[in-house]
């Protein structure tokens, strides 16, 4: 059985459970970081080539935005502080 696999809700548990809380909050730093490089990028490369278009980045913003505030939320509501 690999790691993470085993019984819960729909009869597999998700990788964070098996994290502790320190790995947890690294893993959203690091979500987070990759957040902005990605997205600074795009905004980037839309100044560059077509500052005077609608502003594309846009759309991978709000997205990825929405997963990384439940990403937030979830680290923040289940893993205790420390």
Same mark, same amino acid.
């Given at each position: 059985?690999?790691?993470?696999?085993?019984?819960?809700?729909?009869?597999?548990?998700?990788?964070?459970?098996?994290?502790?809380?320190?790995?947890?909050?690294? $893993?959203?730093?690091?979500?987070?970081?990759?957040? %902005?490089?990605?997205? !600074?990028?795009? &905004?980037?490369?839309?100044?560059? @080539? +077509?500052?005077?278009?609608?502003?594309?980045?846009? $759309?991978?913003?709000?997205?990825?935005?929405?997963? %990384?505030?439940?990403? !937030?939320?979830? &680290?923040?509501?289940?893993?205790? @502080? +420390?």
């Amino acid at each position: 059985m690999s790691r993470g696999a085993g019984p819960g809700p729909m009869g597999a548990m998700t990788r964070t459970a098996t994290l502790t809380p320190a790995q947890q909050r690294i $893993w959203l730093r690091i979500h987070v970081l990759w957040y %902005l490089l990605a997205n !600074v990028a795009q &905004v980037v490369t839309w100044w560059a @080539a +077509t500052p005077d278009k609608f502003f594309w980045p846009l $759309w991978s913003i709000v997205a990825w935005g929405i997963g %990384l505030g439940f990403h !937030v939320w979830a &680290v923040r509501r289940f893993v205790p @502080a +420390t």
